[in-house]
């Protein structure tokens, strides 16, 4: 595809996206608008849009609460001004998928830095432009971070996208070179990159459905809570379909604090509070329903939670070993070492990812501190996926006896392939085969393959067998006959 047309798409994949991730919050609040406010004020419409827009893209808010507000209200006037930062990452989800596919498709067309550079520039212009005309009274943020950070969501996976683009069709530069220079390792280590990037993608998606079953699991457990968080805040229609989508893109953001509920280190939920497996402290906690899924006490049966991501982690060393080539004894351990430790560590540091993301403030006060640490998510997910893939990898490897070594000493399971085609040996045809190059052939079968004739070419077949249309060529017969007699060509005859 041409350069030109593969920057124009590009540009217009950020464009999709930047004005996806606005419409879907400004089309609601929009709505809000016209039907529950009786004189709306359309000037603050775009920065209320743009800061929630931001938010979910990883930028703090400050908030600045009017003094007509304070008044009746009654809220202390040192908590006026408060920063939120707990993102609502099903925007930045949104953003970076979007970005990721378009990455792919300029790389599956030859032009993987053009479509990466043309979207990563068009979406970093739109970020400036939604910075730069948001700011407000009420909610404002800084506007580098307001610039950096939507770009970045979008750069990064960008460019994973179109590396991986270019890895699947070539594009004959740096990605072909380090494809080739994979192709020249050793046998036994060239599977290993692709294996620790297989790995990574195994337990990362592994632990975000383990992640997502934990949190449909503590809704179902304590939906009387939820329920009953519902019916207190005495919302009408609107105000119940704002909390609703409120809480439908906080989704992510709750499936991450589940991954760390699991692993064992929990989530806070406010400043000296924690929500494990092993104990739960939390003090009064804001009247959103889906904070009522948090448990108020645990069992010592949730910690055996720790075994899911034991369990994501063996399954991934499962896939990963039966991708791996198996040598003769004794099977070499390095490889199998390399892969474990490294996708264990990648894993652990996408938590660590996870956590810096899914962690900020809600409010002022003692709410500025919520979501999972880091250090200790990126740790305890490290070790307990390495435990699920030393399981697998690291264990001897059995049924070596059904297969067969092949000269370069790595073995192949032969009991489902069909060989190819060779010619019987003399010791395996004891008749003369003139006696029967009239009559039928005879149902001999490949040396230790039980391939009966009627499979073999169909120079073989005599006139009677089943495919008479198939009767072999005599000159084609005549040299099959030679071969049988002197199979090693120097005129002995065997």
Not at 124 to 132: D, F, Y
Not at 279 to 293: E, H, N, Y
Not at 404 to 433: L, N, T
Request: glycine letters at 10%; proline letters at 8%.
């Amino acid at each position: 595809m041409h350069r030109l047309l593969v920057a124009l798409l590009a540009a217009l994949d950020a464009v999709l996206a930047a004005a996806g991730g606005i419409a879907v919050v400004l089309a609601p609040l929009t709505l809000l608008w016209v039907f529950g406010l009786g004189a709306p004020d359309w000037g603050a419409l775009w920065p209320a849009s743009a800061a929630v827009w931001h938010l979910g893209h990883l930028v703090p808010v400050t908030v600045t609460l009017p003094d007509a507000y304070l008044a009746a209200t009654g809220i202390d006037p040192s908590f006026a001004t408060f920063t939120l930062s707990l993102a609502p990452l099903a925007f930045a989800a949104f953003t970076a998928l979007f970005a990721a596919r378009s990455g792919v498709r300029a790389g599956e067309a030859g032009a993987a830095l053009t479509g990466w550079v043309s979207g990563s520039l068009v979406f970093a212009a739109l970020a400036s432009v939604v910075a730069l005309t948001s700011n407000a009274d009420l909610v404002a943020s800084e506007t580098w971070l307001s610039i950096l950070l939507p770009a970045m969501l979008f750069l990064v996976p960008s460019f994973i996208g179109a590396v991986i683009g270019a890895w699947r069709v070539g594009d004959d530069g740096p990605v072909d070179a380090v494809r080739g220079w994979i192709e020249r390792m050793p046998t036994a280590w060239a599977p290993v990159p692709g294996l620790v990037l297989r790995g990574l993608a195994l337990t990362t998606l592994g632990l975000v459905a383990v992640g997502g079953v934990v949190v449909v699991a503590g809704l179902i457990a304590r939906s009387t809570q939820v329920i009953g968080l519902f019916q207190a805040s005495n919302a009408d229609g609107i105000g119940a379909t704002v909390i609703a989508l409120g809480q439908l893109v906080y989704l992510p953001t709750l499936v991450l604090w589940a991954v760390a509920f699991t692993a064992g280190p929990g989530f806070a939920l406010g400043t000296d509070t924690a929500v494990t497996p092993a104990a739960t402290q939390v003090g009064a906690l804001p009247g959103i329903p889906v904070l009522g899924a948090v448990p108020d006490s645990t069992s010592s049966w949730l910690l055996l939670l720790v075994l899911l991501p034991v369990a994501v982690g063996a399954l991934a060393g499962w896939i990963l070993r039966s991708r791996m080539p198996a040598t003769v004894d004794p099977e070499p351990m390095a490889p199998r070492l390399v892969v474990a430790f490294s996708v264990a560590v990648l894993t652990g540091g996408v938590g660590a990812l996870a956590a810096l993301a899914s962690r900020g403030a809600i409010g002022p006060g003692r709410l500025s501190d919520t979501g999972p640490q880091p250090g200790p998510l990126a740790l305890a997910l490290g070790i307990e996926v390495l435990v699920g893939l030393a399981i697998l990898l690291l264990s001897p490897r059995f049924g070596a006896a059904a297969d067969e070594v092949d000269d370069i000493g790595v073995a192949h399971d032969r009991r489902d392939e069909v060989p190819a085609f060779s010619f019987p040996s003399r010791e395996r045809m004891p008749f003369d085969h003139d006696e029967h190059a009239t009559g039928p052939t005879p149902a001999l079968s490949a040396p230790g393959t039980g391939i009966a004739h009627d499979v073999w070419p169909s120079a073989y077949r005599g006139p009677d067998d089943a495919d008479p249309s198939a009767a072999g060529d005599d000159e084609v017969r005549a040299r099959i006959r030679a071969a049988w007699a002197d199979p090693d060509g120097d005129g002995r005859r065997r």
